[in-house]
């Protein structure tokens, strides 16, 4: 678990660049150019928190932004649900498919909240061809690219959660590794601890990996509600994000099927704070989705839901925001 948490991000230097290009691409060798990067190993905090204690109801979606292309669009369409907490994946922070914008900071500016940011990937190339379109650079200025959480509220504590280590898109042995473009870092999680009327509050941004099996996101669960104990022990959860779940698997595999949802139960977690319905659509990036998937999802501990909801990414002219809806739910702490 990491806990240090930064003003801003120690950007790649150009040995950082060397050492990862020439690096032999094993598990071994990514563990060790992870731990060697400290921007991988931090959590950035920053924006301004509009009040000091949420209420025993509050209000908190989740959304994978799919690189957040439209900030401040995005900020806008997720403005009328009037969220205490937003869970955002898949944020980009100097990228050049999205104007090497911080779009978690632009976001937290625009709706008056406060942001803690970790860095899922170091991406040391631009994209797939539907992103290079959004490129006006031929380079990225810092390469991040991550989840986020924004508050209402300040944090009383942040930490991030690396849910592997080995270099599921780095080392040359794993099945789904893009060879062409190297990836430094893992699928993760960011933490926080918030203060409401009735107590603390642990949220937790969360994003399993998409090119992988079952069987790899109940590990990759086991080891978040591990960590989650660790963290905030005794205090109410509210996970929320893309769980990845029937991700890249058979056409027929059900979402039920995925064993992560039992074993959560049997931890003390609920998804009643998740609505029904999927969850993805065709954007601007991922023009043509093979299907349409149920991805993302709320899982409560020690919480009660009051209510639930899809909202569509789509503006009022048809524009795309994300190939993800965005979900929310309203929760209030148990008696």
């Not at 948490?5 to 120690?10: A, D, M, R, S």
């Not at 803690?116 to 690219?145: I, M, P, Q, S, Y």
Request: proline share 5%.
């Amino acid at each position: 678990m990491i806990t240090t948490q930064v003003f801003e991000l120690p950007p790649i230097t150009d040995v950082d660049r060397h050492n990862i290009l020439a690096a032999p691409r094993t598990a071994d060798a990514h563990r060790a150019l992870l731990a060697e990067v400290p921007a991988m190993n931090a959590v950035q905090i920053g924006g301004t928190a509009s009040r000091i204690k949420l209420p025993n109801q509050f209000t908190v979606a989740a959304w994978n932004v799919e690189r957040c292309l439209f900030p401040e669009d995005t900020a806008a369409h997720l403005a009328p649900s009037a969220c205490d907490i937003v869970l955002l994946s898949e944020v980009d922070h100097g990228m050049a498919r999205t104007g090497q914008r911080h779009t978690t900071e632009v976001m937290a500016a625009q709706l008056g909240m406060a942001y803690a940011f970790g860095v899922e990937f170091h991406e040391l190339d631009l994209g797939g061809a539907t992103e290079r379109a959004f490129c006006k650079d031929d380079f990225n200025a810092l390469g991040w690219h991550g989840n986020a959480i924004l508050s209402s509220v300040p944090f009383e504590r942040t930490a991030m959660i690396r849910l592997d280590d080995h270099g599921h898109w780095f080392a040359s042995d794993m099945a789904n590794v893009d060879t062409e473009q190297p990836r430094l870092g893992g699928r993760m999680a960011i933490i926080a601890i918030v203060p409401t009327e009735s107590g603390p509050l642990c949220v937790v941004s969360a994003h399993l990996e998409s090119n992988a099996d079952a069987a790899h996101r109940h590990t990759q669960m086991r080891g978040l509600l591990d960590a989650i104990d660790t963290f905030a022990p005794g205090i109410p959860v509210l996970i929320g994000g893309d769980l990845n779940t029937g991700n890249q698997l058979a056409p027929n595999f059900d979402w039920r099927d995925e064993t992560l949802f039992s074993f959560a139960e049997d931890r003390g977690y609920a998804w009643d704070f998740t609505a029904p319905g999927n969850t993805t659509r065709p954007s601007l990036i991922t023009r043509h989705p093979a299907r349409e998937m149920k991805l993302d999802w709320f899982a409560g501990r020690d919480l009660k839901s009051l209510d639930s909801g899809v909202v569509a990414s789509t503006m009022g002219d048809g524009k795309p925001l994300s190939d993800h809806d965005y979900v929310w739910c309203k929760a209030e702490f148990t008696e």
